[in-house]
């Protein structure tokens, strides 16, 4: 579980996923992704530079009375709050608008994304730097901003990527 909240695991996923969406869209993946970019920066920068610090919960493992009960990974810590999830929030938002974006292509991918969007978000528990509710909160917050960038998306796409701006 260790591994699966590290960044860095998940580079082969990534890349894959950006050939992927290439060979669904062609051109228009550069655009693509370039919006996920953008959406993860927005997803992470609300949970941990906005509601973490307004928040201020304390993770699990930096609670006192519970310390000892929590199982920690490698001495794993994480940063002093935890409420929501940056880990659920990043992921659920690009599982979620790469599977709106890549809807009806294929459908055995919202499973993968879906699955992987689960297994970051479990980890954070497993690891003992999230309560439940914080990986929840988080899951809600990557939805909605996988849906609104999604929508961004279908307005460029409609607006700056139909056939006849292309000629």
Known sequence: MFWASNKLIWIPFYLLLTYYIYKANGW????????????????????????????KRPRPSHVEAIKEQIHLVNDYHGGP??????HAAN???LAFFVMLVLRGKDKGLKHVLLSYAILVSYSRVYLGVHYPGDIFFGMLVGVALG????????WLESNYFHKESIK
């Open 28 to 55: 228009k993946a550069i655009a693509i992704v370039l919006l996920a970019g953008l959406l993860i920066l927005c997803s992470d920068q609300l949970t941990s530079g906005v509601i973490k610090n307004v928040v």
């Open 147 to 154: 849906w609104t960038f999604y929508k961004l998306w279908k």
């Open 81 to 86: 709050y935890g409420f929501p999830s940056s």
């Open 91 to 93: 992921s659920f938002a």
